[in-house]
């Protein structure tokens, strides 16, 4: 399944095995505050972020470095 979400005025695209409102809104609520209070490694990979993928209690973000993209814990 395909949503999107909009970050730092970008729009990207959000893939995950099954619709789950739950795990959608704990993904925009815990960006919203890595956006606000996170660590220099968190914002860079916002900043060049092409798409997260939701896996099980996971986000993945995926930035346009490799290097860059990380796992975000959803619970």
Request: one cysteine or more; glycine letters at 2%; charged letters at 30%.
């Amino acid at each position: 399944m395909k949503m999107f979400i909009t970050i730092q005025n970008k729009t990207v695209p959000v893939y995950s095995d099954e619709k789950n409102k739950k795990k959608f809104n704990l993904l925009k609520s815990a960006l919203e505050a890595k956006v606000t209070k996170g660590r220099n490694a968190i914002k860079k990979c916002l900043d060049s972020i092409i798409s997260i993928e939701i896996v099980g209690c996971e986000a993945i973000l995926h930035s346009l470095n490799e290097r860059d993209s990380l796992a975000l814990s959803l619970y």
